[in-house]
């Protein structure tokens, strides 16, 4: 990041701390930013060069809010933002729901005198980029407000993209997309390697990337990031749906999807009973194109993204660990994913490397084939880097630079060239080893869950992690667990 960035950040993140001292979270003064950064550079594209006509009422433009003051300004941005939501558009959609959460005026004044000294659009979009995710990233750090779930790591997703090549004029799907990371990266990916020419920044810009994302805050985040970045206009229709992608088939197939689906077995909604209370529903989605019917929400996210790509299309997924070895539905999926598909590759994740703890996850890599009687998978590749790994968010987080072995491996320039580093006797501990189709047939439930090294620090003590790295896998552990029985409560309650 550049000093200029940096020092930007630095300014945007300077209101945090007060603005907590009265009770506004990280996640409320994000959102706020949005909207007040929204409206600025749509004031700039408004004017001089641009002179672009945007369908903001002039009652409610950037300009009607920075002469105010005091109670007069807390009245006006409360009525901007009620019927900003009401337009179309990606402007209805940045402003859905939308709320004052910063109560104290002289506080939203000082905000919107910093947004507006700064000249947002003469910004490259990296520069614009970058600022946003980092402030996202921050927000991700924040335990209490829940946002790291949907905060996949940067260096992760940048490992998936490379791995799975996207090329220009393809589509790019996330049927959970969080706040927009795969996108990003995919986009930086295809700008970085590939000289575009005018139609292809076109289609890269206006029709390559589509998802879903249910939760309305999160989405407004995921839009506004996509547009600091360049990835659609400020006057577009958005290409960011906020139904739920499970509840029916995609309305169209794509060439890659990348994913990181929400975590937790259960997919569940809200509604109103008779005496007006609110109650929570398990869903079980009965769709005729899934292979099986349950209400675990992971394995209906692999099911779904199995049918949002084209014949020829390519998916790198993350998957908790469930997803690899549980029976019954689990196992129906994972052979018939074998069955259909190319199931070429998992790759296991350490702890430690996500915002919401508790998790233990894999990178499923398959690619969609015709239909066919035999198989398409003849071979699965692991890539262990969980064994005797250890990471932690604060000290010792998750870089690209780790993952650079794996990407080696992998071999994205031609997979079908791979070879092992694992061998029985000259490299025990190798982390890249292939079985075959047929032996994982044999294993128990057909499991995924394949390890084959040994934890050293159970072996021998004076390889023990330090202790904060042991304390951050015990909590790992424990929220894992803790997590499990609350999927056993929710069966056990009437």
């Known amino acids: 990041m ?5 020092s930007i950040v630095s300014k945007v993140w300077s209101f945090c701390n007060p603005l907590r001292d009265v009770g506004v979270g990280y996640g409320d003064y994000l959102e706020q930013l949005t909207y007040l950064l929204f409206l600025k550079m749509a004031d700039e594209y408004s004017k001089p060069p641009h002179n672009r006509q945007l369908n903001i009422p002039k009652a409610y433009n950037w300009e009607s809010l920075v002469s105010l003051k005091g109670a007069e300004l807390e009245i006006h941005y409360v009525n901007l933002l009620r019927e900003l939501s009401q337009q179309k558009g990606t402007l209805g959609q940045i402003f859905t729901k939308s709320q004052n959460k910063i109560q104290d005026p002289a506080m939203l004044a000082k905000i919107i005198d910093m947004i507006n000294s700064e000249q947002w659009l003469v910004m490259g979009a990296d520069v614009k980029g970058d600022i946003y995710e980092k402030l996202l990233e921050q927000n991700a750090q924040d335990v209490k407000s829940g946002a790291g779930q949907y905060f996949t790591p940067r260096p992760l997703i940048k490992a998936m993209v490379e791995c799975i090549k996207p090329q220009p004029m393809k589509t790019i799907a996330d049927p959970a997309c969080g706040t927009g990371g795969f996108f990003l990266a995919a986009y930086d990916y295809l700008v970085s390697h590939y000289q575009l020419d005018k139609e292809q920044n076109k289609a890269l810009k206006m029709s390559t990337f589509f998802g879903n994302e249910i939760v309305a805050g999160t989405r407004r985040l995921a839009l506004m990031n996509m547009f600091l970045h360049n990835i659609g206009d400020i006057d577009s229709d958005n290409f960011i749906s906020p139904a739920d992608s499970l509840i029916a088939a995609s309305p169209m197939t794509y060439d890659y999807v990348l994913a990181n689906p929400p975590f937790g077995k259960k997919s569940s909604q809200t509604f109103t009973n008779e005496e007006g209370e609110q109650e929570r529903d398990d869903l079980t989605y009965n769709r005729q194109d899934f292979w099986a019917t349950t209400s675990n929400k992971q394995l209906n996210f692999v099911q779904h993204i199995r049918t949002m790509l084209k014949t020829t299309g390519l998916a ?5 660990d469930n997803v690899l070895f549980e029976g019954g539905a689990g196992e129906t999926v ?8 190319d199931l070429h590759t998992i790759l296991r994740l350490p702890t430690g490397i996500f915002y919401a703890q508790g998790v233990k996850a894999n990178v499923v890599f398959f690619d969609n084939k015709p239909a066919s009687k035999e198989p398409w998978t003849k071979e699965v590749w692991v890539y262990d880097y969980r064994t005797n790994i250890h990471h932690t968010l604060k000290k010792n987080p998750l870089k690209l630079d780790d993952l650079k072995d794996f990407i080696s491996c992998y071999n ?8 092992e580093t694992f061998n029985t006797e000259t490299n025990p501990e190798g982390r890249w080893r ?5 032996d994982i047939l044999a294993r128990d439930k057909t499991s995924l869950d394949i390890t084959w090294l040994k934890d050293k620090s159970l072996a021998d003590l004076d390889n023990l992690p330090d202790p904060d790295v042991l304390a951050a896998e015990i909590i790992e552990n424990l929220q894992a667990g803790l997590e499990s029985f609350r999927e056993i409560q929710v069966k056990l309650s009437p």
Do not use: D, I, W
């Not at 052979?335 to 598909?341: A, P, S, V």
């Not at 031609?414 to 070879?419: F, L, M």
């Open 2 to 6: 550049s000093s200029n960035t940096s």
């Open 316 to 320: 790198a997924v993350v998957v908790p």
């Open 334 to 341: 994972r052979k018939k994913l074998m069955e259909t598909t």
């Open 412 to 419: 994205p320039s031609n997979r079908h060239t791979r070879k």
């Open 434 to 438: 292939k079985f075959a189709y047929e």
